[in-house]
């Protein structure tokens, strides 16, 4: 090994000193944003927190139809007919109206994998904003918050599917979240 070589190792070495640093950053930037594109689950105390009504509601009516949502792309869109049982947040209704992406209209049927499809007579604690994008902006109509984490579906013994949290422990996480935005 001549002494050519010893310099350049020693270059080298301190070459990659220095860019092993840029190199773990731009890792750790690929690999946050790509978590972040799956999503993440939201906690109650946040989806409370940022959902403007929070009901407990029965689906009484579907009904699907062509729309265009909030990035111009026309698909099937349901409304949802909902009678409230209980308002944990916002101005008390005894029925709202929420759109869901996805139905069955024409013979196509749409499902989004991130959402929930909703029958008559399903119970649920629905985090709800009023609808921003589409042709039926600004008309009343909500949607749910966060998009499928915007809806926890209840079954018969007053929990949420698929989870062992009571409809009790969903009422009180979200009165605690509520009574914190109001200090």
């Known amino acids: 090994m001549g002494v050519g070589a010893i310099d350049r190792s020693r270059f080298a070495w301190r070459f990659n000193r220095r860019l092993l640093p840029v190199v773990a950053c731009i890792?750790?930037?690929?690999c946050s944003v790509a978590g972040a594109s799956q999503g993440r689950a939201v906690p109650l105390e946040e989806r409370a927190q940022g959902a403007s009504q929070i009901v407990v509601a029965t689906v009484t009516s579907v009904t699907p139809r062509w729309d265009v949502n909030a990035y111009g792309d026309r698909?099937?869109?349901?409304?949802?007919?909902?009678?409230?049982?209980?308002?944990?947040?916002?101005?008390?209704?005894?029925?709202?109206?929420?759109?869901l992406e996805g139905g069955t209209l024409d013979g196509l049927t749409l499902r989004v994998s991130a959402l929930?499809?909703?029958?008559?007579?399903e119970r649920a604690v629905f985090f709800l904003n009023a609808r921003t994008g589409g042709l039926n902006a600004g008309t009343g109509v909500y949607q749910p918050h966060l998009?499928?984490?915007?809806?926890?579906?209840?079954?018969?013994?007053?929990?949420?599917?698929?989870?062992?949290?009571?409809?009790?422990?969903?009422?009180?996480?979200?009165?605690?979240?509520?009574a914190g935005t109001r200090r």
């Open 75 to 99: 698909l099937i869109i349901s409304r949802l007919s909902l009678r409230v049982d209980e308002t944990l947040k916002g101005v008390a209704a005894a029925a709202v109206s929420m759109d």
């Open 147 to 178: 998009a499928g984490q915007g809806i926890l579906e209840l079954d018969d013994a007053e929990s949420v599917r698929g989870s062992n949290l009571t409809l009790a422990t969903v009422r009180a996480i979200v009165r605690r979240a509520v």
């Open 27 to 30: 890792y750790l930037i690929f």
């Open 116 to 121: 929930p499809a909703l029958e008559l007579g």
